[in-house]
């Protein structure tokens, strides 16, 4: 990043140069335009003079008559600020003598430039070793006398605009100035990299499984503030890794329970230690172990595709209310075996395209769930109502309840679990998650109200369209 930020300042730096100078040159140009019409209009005007004076004057031939034309030029060197404004009639015949002899004899600009002096046109000459930049004019004279041209020179010891006048101050200002940009671009690339520097010290640490590094914060600016986003991504990346530690050692202990169990009673028939009145007991312990089991690896294997985004969608219409009542009803037993009250309130909403499998697994893991948590003699209560734009599935139970404080974090895996401990412990403690994942997936959406002691209320929406819509992943 420094070698950037210099190379760009530099960059920068050589345009501005760059584009000065085109700026100063055409400036400039514009301005040696601008001061030669000026001469061409003082030309013209004072040749006006002139020849006012001349025609005032004929046809009087006194010493005396040369004032006024002299008195002109003077007056004309003075308001231009020009150092030489001479006069010269070239011609022939009478108006010719006349009008010289109404002209001043001494003139050295004119005279230095030749028989031919180029006219209309400024002249680089000397007078007398001094270098002078002229400006001659011809201008047409009608006399009673005749006709002669009036040659005007204006002349000037100093150039109209030199080059350094503009360029110089222009190039040393935006000298000065690329190189305090390079300065400060050196200077901005050296802090900003050295905090960058801790930022990938920092990124680096956490690739290599320190989870507890963070990158400064200090300072202000952009850098802060993608210090802080990357210790807020760090935190994260350190509680999810916690919480896959977690899991982990809960799916083991989960996993380690019914193995330890049927491993017991394996040894013991294998031993042939086992009483023949027993057989049958122990077979539905280990039938029972064994669906416990399957229901674990199922759930992870569910929850692995959605996270994997293997996940199919297959709508269709479903009457919807009688597909809800038989999943209730398939629970009757389950909910009877462990004096819990199983109700349905399910109104009738008609035909709705959904996969019905989908629904099947949001409902039962939402019922499951339910039936951990209520103790003896509770209620869970499934629920089903509509309108013309969407559907609730709603689950409610009289267990325990949530703390408001852990609303937010139901549906991570085992987090309730891990905090409420469950009236049974059948299950894998990834119903929330699941559900949570499949309703996400089809575009729909899940809340829970809980309040401690006062159960749990977990309710889904789906839209009536939902087959008509694209699942997130399929």
């Given at each position: 990043?420094?070698?950037?930020?210099?190379?760009?300042?530099?960059l920068v730096a050589a345009v501005t140069l760059l584009a000065g100078l085109v700026a100063?040159?055409?400036?400039?140009?514009?301005?040696?335009?601008?001061?030669?019409?000026?001469?061409?209009?003082?030309?013209?005007?004072?040749?006006?003079?002139?020849?006012?004076?001349?025609?005032?004057?004929?046809?009087?031939?006194?010493?005396?008559?040369?004032?006024?034309?002299?008195?002109?030029?003077?007056?004309?060197?003075?308001?231009?600020?020009?150092?030489?404004?001479?006069?010269?009639?070239?011609?022939?015949?009478?108006?010719?003598?006349?009008?010289?002899?109404?002209?001043?004899?001494?003139?050295?600009?004119?005279?230095?430039?030749?028989?031919?002096?180029?006219?209309?046109?400024?002249?680089?000459?000397?007078?007398?070793?001094?270098?002078?930049?002229?400006?001659?004019?011809?201008?047409?004279?009608?006399?009673?006398?005749?006709?002669?041209?009036?040659?005007?020179?204006?002349?000037?010891?100093?150039?109209?605009?030199?080059?350094?006048?503009?360029?110089?101050?222009?190039?040393?200002?935006?000298?000065?100035?690329?190189?305090?940009?390079?300065?400060?671009?050196?200077?901005?690339?050296?802090?900003?990299?050295?905090?960058?520097?801790?930022?990938?010290?920092?990124?680096?640490?956490?690739?290599?499984?320190?989870?507890?590094?963070?990158?400064?914060?200090?300072?202000?600016?952009?850098?802060?503030?993608?210090?802080?986003?990357?210790?807020?991504?760090?935190?994260?990346?350190?509680?999810?890794?916690?919480?896959?530690?977690?899991?982990?050692?809960?799916?083991?202990?989960?996993?380690?329970?019914?193995?330890?169990?049927?491993?017991?009673?394996?040894?013991?028939?294998?031993?042939?230690?086992?009483?023949?009145?027993?057989?049958?007991?122990?077979?539905?312990?280990?039938?029972?172990?064994?669906?416990?089991?399957?229901?674990?690896?199922?759930?992870?294997?569910?929850?692995?595709?959605?996270?994997?985004?293997?996940?199919?969608?297959?709508?269709?219409?479903?009457?919807?209310?009688?597909?809800?009542?038989?999943?209730?009803?398939?629970?009757?037993?389950?909910?009877?075996?462990?004096?819990?009250?199983?109700?349905?309130?399910?109104?009738?909403?008609?035909?709705?395209?959904?996969?019905?499998?989908?629904?099947?697994?949001?409902?039962?893991?939402?019922?499951?769930?339910?039936?951990?948590?209520?103790?003896?003699?509770?209620?869970?209560?499934?629920?089903?109502?509509?309108?013309?734009?969407?559907?609730?599935?709603?689950?409610?139970?009289?267990?325990?309840?949530?703390d408001l404080a852990d609303i937010d974090h139901v549906f991570e895996r085992l987090y309730?679990?891990?905090?409420?401990?469950?009236?049974?412990?059948?299950?894998?403690?990834?119903?929330?998650?699941?559900?949570?994942?499949?309703?996400?997936?089809?575009?729909?959406?899940?809340?829970?109200?809980?309040?401690?002691?006062?159960?749990?209320?977990?309710?889904?929406?789906?839209?009536?369209?939902?087959?008509?819509?694209?699942?997130?992943?399929?």
């Open positions: 990043m420094r070698r950037q930020v210099m190379w760009s300042a530099l100063g040159a055409v400036i400039g140009r514009r301005l040696v335009d601008e001061s030669e019409a000026e001469l061409m209009r003082q030309a013209d005007a004072t040749a006006t003079l002139i020849v006012a004076s001349l025609r005032e004057n004929l046809p009087l031939t006194a010493e005396e008559d040369r004032v006024p034309v002299a008195r002109t030029l003077a007056v004309a060197r003075a308001v231009g600020g020009h150092d030489y404004v001479e006069a010269m009639a070239v011609g022939g015949a009478e108006a010719l003598r006349l009008a010289q002899s109404l002209l001043p004899i001494e003139r050295p600009l004119l005279d230095s430039l030749g028989d031919e002096p180029q006219i209309d046109t400024v002249i680089e000459t000397e007078v007398g070793d001094v270098p002078v930049l002229a400006y001659v004019r011809s201008v047409p004279v009608t006399l009673r006398a005749g006709g002669i041209r009036l040659l005007i020179a204006i002349g000037r010891t100093e150039p109209l605009l030199t080059g350094n006048l503009l360029t110089r101050p222009l190039l040393l200002s935006l000298g000065a100035g690329a190189v305090l940009a390079v300065v400060l671009a050196a200077w901005v690339a050296g802090y900003v990299g050295r905090r960058l520097e801790r930022l990938g010290a920092a990124a680096a640490a956490i690739a290599g499984g320190d989870f507890s590094a963070r990158a400064p914060e200090d300072g202000g600016g952009d850098v802060a503030r993608l210090g802080s986003a990357f210790n807020e991504m760090a935190g994260r990346l350190e509680a999810g890794r916690l919480r896959e530690r977690d899991f982990l050692m809960s799916v083991g202990h989960d996993l380690r329970t019914p193995l330890t169990t049927m491993r017991g009673y394996a040894e013991a028939l294998d031993a042939d230690e086992v009483d023949p009145g027993d057989v049958a007991r122990i077979g539905g312990v280990l039938r029972t172990q064994t669906d416990r089991l399957s229901r674990l690896i199922e759930d992870l294997m569910v929850l692995a595709r959605l996270e994997a985004r293997e996940f199919s969608w297959r709508p269709e219409p479903v009457e919807l209310a009688a597909h809800v009542a038989e999943i209730a009803e398939a629970y009757q037993g389950r909910a009877h075996e462990i004096r819990v009250k199983l109700a349905a309130e399910i109104d009738e909403v008609g035909f709705v395209s959904i996969d019905p499998d989908r629904v099947s697994q949001i409902t039962n893991n939402l019922i499951d769930n339910a039936l951990r948590y209520t103790p003896e003699g509770g209620t869970v209560t499934v629920g089903l109502s509509g309108d013309v734009s969407s559907v609730s599935l709603s689950v409610s139970d009289t267990g325990p309840g949530i309730v679990a891990q905090r409420y401990r469950p009236v049974r412990p059948e299950g894998s403690g990834l119903g929330l998650s699941i559900v949570k994942e499949l309703v996400d997936a089809i575009n729909g959406q899940v809340d829970v109200d809980s309040a401690p002691g006062g159960g749990t209320v977990v309710t889904v929406r789906l839209g009536r369209s939902e087959g008509a819509k694209q699942a997130r992943y399929s």
